[in-house]
């Protein structure tokens, strides 16, 4: 009798873990986009790496915060679709995912807020580093879908809130 | 028998108006801030504003809209503690509230992270313009301690929604 009620809660599980994977992808890309962005001025030289740029440093760690949340996530879907129990029994299980989810995609959207914040008013100003800063943008709306899908888990997990025992 | 659980339903009501007030304090000198930010170059005469800049624009409207939402709740809010009923009945009150407090305090980390995003990079790089990037790094502080309020809401009405009559 563990699994009583499977048709809601195996396609919420289902869906949560599909979320998972989705960001999971999202970041990772965003991720290899940011670590490889640089830029070598043509008349003196000079090279640009990301962590140059404030903002695109502190967008690094929140991709590497996010994927890392994801990833711990993804196994604890994984155990749970296979073991059918959770990892983290009672009430801390609900907690741990409603307030991991909640803190981080404020993590992952002010990451991509900041290097919007950034690129688009620098690009305005200085056309000369278009690649550079696009690379940037690219990683930046890669960590935006991915803020998104966290966001969408969130609500998820936060619906999830009444199965704790004592509301 | 219409308010029988005077104690919990009471305090966190009363909770909840603070933390709109407080947002509404913060909101509302953020704005001020922001909105008369100016600077005049000493050799050119140029001026420049605060909606030359994407972000700090992107910021205002951040604020704006965060603080309407905030002045509707807690209109809501004394309704509710001076009649002791709520304004939306049912369970569109609770969803309101829950999806409100989230979409708002994202809306406003956003804003915030974006406004930091342009001015820690821009300042480093332009030293000449300081009182003009300091009054709004001063408005995104703020803005930032009035995203802390919402979210602090934000997890209030996420516990409440056990409230509603279908779980």
Redesign the interface.
Known sequence: MVDSTPSTSTVSRTLLLLLRVLTFVFLLIALILIAVDKFTDEDTGDKTKFND???YR?MLSTIVLGFAYTLLQMAFSIFTVVSGNRVLSGDGGYLFD?FGD?II??LL??????????S???H?LDNSINSFVGKANASASLLLIGFLFT?IA??FT??A????SN?
Request: a positive charge; glycine letters at 10%; zero cysteines.
């Open positions: 740029v404030y903002a502190y409603f909640k995609s404020y959207l002010s990451g991509s807020a900041a290097g919007f914040g950034f688009v008013d620098f305005r966001a969130s609500t936060s619906f809130l009444p199965k704790k509301t």
